[in-house]
């Protein structure tokens, strides 16, 4: 089966008011089919939301592209305008839950006017009516056992975090889109309601609602159980791609064994394994880096690799960017 989605050398920077370029995104590349999960991890500031926006082709100053290329059913998602991206691909193509959505409802509108306003907006050319959209929200919010009614006339402040972000997720899909992109779908929730929306996912790919999707996350051992391929980034690269299995159990970049390391693993039998931090913090991306991005906090660093930029190669099937990796 041919790739839906494909990414191709794909950099990115913001730009600083003062002129400076903040390297947020560097020479990512991989490619799904329909059906696929991929799951991308990696610690907090390493360019996860910049990518999204950069899968969507979705550029609004600060941020963007420096070189690469994005497409979507062999279509390039590049050099298009935020207006011609929301109208067109938005919702219908690829869909995006962004990050912390749920809590950037708009306070002053209810849940069913929220997503009437998305609705219409992508659907101008379809001519679908605000009862439409009504019935549809109607209809698939029943569809997954939500208290419909009373969720759909309420403002998001009253209804729990839960409850906000399923709405997010249902009116995001709204339109069946080809593929979803999950930018931490569960962070900041509580850990019972993480559970809630991340059946609500599994129920939509179930019903065949979406079947493809990115889900971002910090929590590596999550993606074990959602995810058929995982890229780990890193100070913006991705630095090991391969499967979830590959990844969770036999990792080969020293970032991703630091990772699993760093991650409490709620695997059977590694309970009782302590985390270990990962010293020091990773490079500003406001410099040009020539040797390996990890090199200052590797464990297994030798002398050379800060001298090097580190290119993408094979090591027991899977990508990873470390020239010593075995
Ligand atoms: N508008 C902006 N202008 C300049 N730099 C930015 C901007 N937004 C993000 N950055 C920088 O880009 C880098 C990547 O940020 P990004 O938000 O993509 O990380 P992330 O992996 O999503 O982090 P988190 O896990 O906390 O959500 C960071 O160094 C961040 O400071
Ligand atoms: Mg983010």
């Known amino acids: 089966m041919s790739a839906i989605f494909e990414v191709e050398n794909l950099s990115l920077h913001y730009l600083s008011r003062w002129g400076q370029k903040i390297h947020a ?3 990512v590349s991989f490619s799904m089919k329909k059906g696929e999960i991929l799951g991308i991890a990696g610690e907090s500031g390493c360019g996860k939301s910049t990518l999204v926006n950069g899968l969507m082709g979705l550029f609004i100053p600060p941020l963007y592209p420096t070189s690469g290329d994005v497409r979507v059913n062999g279509e390039s998602l590049m050099n298009r305008t935020p207006q011609d991206i929301r109208s067109n691909i938005l919702s219908r193509k690829v869909s995006m839950i962004p990050q912390g959505a749920f809590n950037a409802l708009n306070p002053t509108r209810k849940v069913k006017d929220i997503a009437a306003d998305v609705i219409v ?5 379809g001519g ?6 009504y019935d549809l929200l109607r209809e698939r ?4 056992g939500m208290d419909t009614e009373r969720i759909l006339n309420s403002f998001p402040i009253q209804l729990t975090a839960g409850e906000r972000q399923r709405s997010v997720i249902g009116i995001s899909t709204l339109l069946n889109p080809q593929m979803v992109i999950a930018d931490e779908p569960t962070s900041a929730l509580d850990v019972s309601t993480q559970k809630v929306v991340i059946k609500m996912i599994f129920d939509l790919l179930e019903k065949n609602i979406f079947s ?3 889900f971002i996350t910090h929590e590596l051992p999550l993606l074990r159980h959602v995810a058929d391929n995982i890229g780990i980034m890193y100070a913006g690269e991705f630095v090991e791609y391969g499967t979830a299995e590959q990844i969770v159990f036999d990792p080969r970049h020293p970032y991703t064994k630091a990772l699993m390391g760093a991650m409490l693993s709620a695997e059977p039998g590694q309970r009782e394994k302590k985390p270990v931090a990962i010293e020091g913090a990773p490079p500003s991306l406001a410099k040009i880096i020539s040797g390996c991005r990890f090199a200052e906090r590797c464990p297994s660093a030798r002398p050379d690799c800060k001298l ?7 090591v027991a099937g899977r990508q990873v960017r470390c020239e010593y990796a075995d």
């Open 25 to 27: 995104v560097t020479d």
């Open 121 to 125: 907006a992508h659907l101008q050319k």
């Open 128 to 133: 679908v009516t605000r009862k439409e959209s």
């Open 141 to 144: 919010f029943d569809l997954f």
């Open 212 to 214: 493809t999707m990115i």
């Open 308 to 314: 090097r930029s580190q290119a993408i190669r094979m």
